[in-house]
């Protein structure tokens, strides 16, 4: 049996909110809603909501790294970073665009994304691409070719507990 704990207005938060596309949890454990016009993220232990952005398009995927920082990936603008300096509060974050313009990055159309426990995020392109990205080196590299990728979209990326790169196509 499934019961409804709460609903959530999203337009209470911003006149046009869009349609959830997914949730996530992060290691504080809030929740991050992903939504076809948005990002907003629900505090734990709070019940207010907090509306993030909506200026990223359409989000396709988000993630956290070990630093805490919050990773979001778009159809047509690259991926968004965001941290907080606490974080705790991302209604002040910073927020950084990489993207194909200003970063090299070889594709905006960015399709999964996922962060490691050795501190690089896994970006898969809807070309096919799988790119990753070194936080300590901060340096784009293409595993497309050592990864076997023939350019099908890359819909989903995950790292499993043995330190092993499972990608879907």
Not at 50 to 74: K, M
Not at 78 to 91: F, H, K, N, Q, R
């Amino acid at each position: 049996v499934v019961t409804i704990e709460e609903e959530i207005n999203l337009a209470l938060y911003q006149s046009n909110p869009g349609l959830p596309r997914m949730f996530f949890e992060d290691r504080k454990k809030n929740i991050w809603i992903v939504t076809s016009g948005g990002l907003f993220m629900k505090p734990f232990g709070k019940d207010k909501i907090v509306h993030i952005d909506s200026s990223f398009g359409a989000l396709t995927g988000i993630t956290e790294d070990r630093e805490g920082s919050i990773w979001v990936s778009s159809e047509n603008s690259g991926v968004y970073e965001l941290t907080s300096a606490d974080g705790i509060d991302y209604s002040k974050s910073e927020i950084r665009n990489y993207n194909e313009k200003s970063d090299n990055l070889i594709s905006d159309n960015i399709q999964s994304i996922y962060a490691d426990g050795s501190n690089r995020i896994w970006i898969g392109t809807k070309e096919g691409n799988i790119i990753v990205y070194d936080k300590s080196k901060k340096t784009f590299a293409d595993y497309t070719k050592s990864c076997g990728m023939f350019g099908e979209a890359i819909l989903d990326i995950v790292v499993d507990n043995y330190n092993r790169i499972w990608i879907s196509t």
